[in-house]
């Protein structure tokens, strides 16, 4: 493994300020992926329940990333405001995830015409901000927002930055210490980091990358990245090994200590097309590398095609999970929750 240099494996772990204490305590999470951010819910084959939010926190995970898609439940003309429905049932996730001891994150998840018109959708994100944050005002931080999923495309470093700053206006006027999330384009890679600025009076901001690299792993056999006939790619191997992993979150940390910020990695995970073994491996080294930095991360995702837990077995995929929750004790093990003890008692109804 390549370790980070000292100083930028250090930095994360001591660095003080409110929003590195926020960022710590997100812990170890995973993505409720492919629910409230499908068209409408249940249309990619998830419903959230009950039982989901108890079944991820008697794992173990600290925290759940909670992707929403409000536009396609907001009006169009000012002040385009969300459908009364929908709102509450993101508050029902939200209050079931803090009535289970987990930590949430709620973002605005594909909203895609930001990528294509930027300009002409730039009020309308303000609007469904604006809303969000005045029925959130009065929530604990244990609620942290996320402004913008994955900006790409015409969503330009400028307008992304800029946008950031209108947002977080916005945000600060009904939760002015609220925990957010923000993240860089080309669609929260750390590539993007180097062009992202934030405004420094703000000082409980956690910046966020995504990570599948290499993309011909995590995403073989997936109709919609164009590789649904790219199958049989094995890791490490060709396509990258654990040495790269390490250098792309050396880059990432050494931007963090350069701005003074902290990391979150709020999205990595592999496609079902790639065989288990490697899936596992893959993420081992992902965590591992998070874990040397102190970087906090969420997998994405939960019981859909990425998935930890296989819905129609109601059991957890045991090599991913241990993975993803390698043996180093959290905030709930400590408790006296162990994952050997809690995993294989909670079954889960299969999703329809």
Known sequence: MVSAPPAADEYLKTALGPAFDQARRLGRGVNLGNALDAPKEGDWGITLRDEDFALVAEAGFEHVRIPVRWSTHAASVAPFSIDPEFAARVKWAVDAALAAGLRAVVNVHHY???????????????????????????????LYFELLNEPHAKLTPDKNNALISELLAVIRATNPERPVVVGGTESNSFRGLSSLELPVSDQHLIVTIHYYDPFDFTHQGA?????????????????????????????AVEWARAHTRPLYLGEYGS????????????????????????????????????GLYDAEKKQWRRELLEAVLPSRPSARHERGTSLGDAAPAVTLSRAN
């Open 223 to 251: 109709e919609w990245a164009n590789k649904k006939d790219q199958l049989g790619i094995d890791w490490p191997g060709k396509v990258g090994t654990q040495r790269n992993i390490a250098v792309d979150f050396n880059r």
């Open 271 to 306: 496609y079902e097309k790639a065989e288990l073994g490697a899936r596992a491996r893959w993420t081992t080294a992902v965590v591992s590398e998070a874990d040397a930095r102190a970087i906090p991360y969420a997998y994405w995702e939960f019981r859909s095609s990425f």
């Open 112 to 142: 895609e015409e930001m990528a294509v018109e930027p300009d002409a959708h730039k009020a309308r994100v303000i609007g469904i901000w604006k809303q969000i944050a005045e029925s959130y005002q009065g929530y604990p931080d244990t």
